[in-house]
């Protein structure tokens, strides 16, 4: 394993999961820690506005794995318990579908009581096979670097293999299944690797085990309380945060980074660089060099719309529903080959409030609603396109018992908008998890010709989501300290 020189000074240029994750490992391990991030708060991404006293999110909303997300406090001595209250999410999600049924719980008990008690018994082996597949994939393939695609080989990849990991995600599901909803209910993580069902490896239901079995869970407070903990957690630890500055440069000199360079001039020593911004273009921005060349595949985007609703009107539904058009297959292709908007939305619709009552306010609850977009790559005019598609929203989810009218609205995020927060192509889910953009292929978190320079985020190893962002600021850490 390719180890990274530098002294015990080390900048971390970026304050999401990623950068503070990082700086957390950083400090454990006795480092002298400097975090630098353009926002006034932490968390990147995962963002929240106010309006009317009411906390409204517009970044990821769905927080699983928690023994990884221990990880970065443990690091500096402190436990998960000392920041952070995680609450259970009841059932995990509730799925809707076009056909007017529902299953009010993603687990077996909840698709017998709607499928009947033998695809609750296949949907209870499904997900016996995702708790193998995780077994195969962690250790190797999520929480490790790579040097060489020859890193991979091991008893656990011929494990994998022999587990189907391989194959499509959308065949091994239905070897196991055989409701069309609970194929559905089991296989929609795809999108969270930025494919259909049917393109994704199988190896991708390890997505599905982190949502199915390991959990679903809230902290009190709201998602945004998670980097508000991990900040904590870093300042308690030494380290020095520096929000509300934007690094301008990494300064270089020959094969080595001496230390970042500000907006406003003031120039930041260290040993070595922690860059936890977007691999593929910021990255190669900050370090004054051409993007990369390969040719390099994006997941599709989302429309993000807060909304405000009463909470009487939504207390008997799911904090989190997922609300099933009634294409599949097409609506994928349309994504992610034809990069057009999908003719039959579907969506994912969380209500906070449903397990943290303390979210809402005076009878008032916010509402977010997720529909899966292409991005900025395809002909999609978005200066005409959104209202139209708010519009689709609105009706598909007051037809699904929401009451979300179009001046409840509080705020609506889009493909645009995530372009002017700094990600390509519009999407907040960085590149596709094809094959080859997966584990040994996937851009590294190294810089060829950069001694003590190593990168943190959704764009490289491991990937996208909580978890890995988590663990890429991890494995980024052990760069530095091997």
Excluded: K
């Amino acid at each position: 394993m390719r180890t990274v020189s530098g002294s015990d000074h080390v900048v971390v240029v970026g304050a999401g999961f990623a950068g503070l994750s990082a700086a957390l490992h950083l400090s454990g391990a006795g480092r002298e820690v400097t975090l630098i991030d353009a926002g006034d708060a932490p968390g990147g991404l995962c963002a929240t506005a106010e309006y009317a006293g009411l906390q409204h999110d517009f970044g990821p909303t769905v927080l699983t794995a928690p023994d990884i997300l221990a990880r970065p406090f443990e690091a500096v001595g402190a436990t998960l318990n000392d920041h952070l209250e995680l609450l259970p999410v009841d059932g995990g999600y509730a799925a809707s579908y076009a056909d007017g049924s529902m299953i009010e719980a993603a687990t077996p008990e909840g698709v017998g009581q709607t499928c009947g008690p033998e695809e609750a018994a296949r949907f209870a082996d499904y997900l016996d096979w995702t708790a193998r597949i995780h077994d195969a994939v962690f250790e190797r393939f999520m929480n490790a670097d790579f040097d060489s695609p020859l890193d991979v080989l091991s008893p656990d990849l011929a494990r994998l293999a022999a587990l189907g990991g391989f194959r499509s995600l959308d065949a091994m599901a239905r070897r196991r299944l055989d409701d069309e909803r609970t194929v559905r209910l089991a296989t929609f993580q795809a999108l969270y690797a930025g494919l259909s069902p049917r393109r994704a490896r199988a190896l991708y239901g390890v997505i599905s085990y982190l949502d199915l079995v390991g959990g679903v869970y809230l902290p009190r407070g709201g998602i945004s309380t998670v980097p508000q903990a991990m900040l904590a957690a870093a300042h308690g630890a030494g380290v020095r945060s520096m929000l509300g500055r934007r690094v301008r440069r990494v300064l270089l000199s020959g094969d080595h980074a001496r230390g970042v360079e500000l907006d406003d001039g003031e120039r930041i020593p260290a040993g070595a660089v922690v860059l936890a911004t977007e691999r593929t273009a910021q990255a190669p921005e900050l370090l004054g060099r051409a993007p990369v060349r390969r040719r390099l595949r994006f997941a599709p985007s989302c429309v993000v719309v807060s909304a405000e609703v009463p909470l009487a009107a939504v207390a008997d539904r799911a904090h989190h529903t997922l609300v099933f058009g009634a294409a599949w297959e097409r609506t994928f292709d349309e994504l992610t080959r034809r990069h057009t908007i999908p003719r039959d939305l579907s969506l994912l619709v969380s209500i906070p409030a449903i397990t943290d009552a303390s979210l809402a306010i005076s009878g008032r609850a916010s509402l977010y609603a997720l529909a899966p977009v292409p991005g900025t790559t395809g002909s999609t005019d978005w200066a005409t396109a959104t209202e139209p598609l708010l519009v689709r929203m609105l009706n598909l989810l007051q037809a699904r018992g929401f009451p979300v009218e179009r001046g409840s609205i509080r705020h609506v995020t889009g493909p645009p908008d995530w372009t002017a927060m700094g990600q390509p192509h519009g999407t907040p889910f960085s590149l596709a998890h094809t094959f080859s953009q997966t584990g040994p292929f996937r851009p590294r978190n190294t810089i060829p010709g950069l001694r003590n320079v190593v990168c943190a985020g959704a764009g490289t190893v491991p990937g996208v989501g909580i978890p890995t962002t988590l663990l890429s600021g991890e494995l980024a850490a052990q760069r530095l300290l091997r």
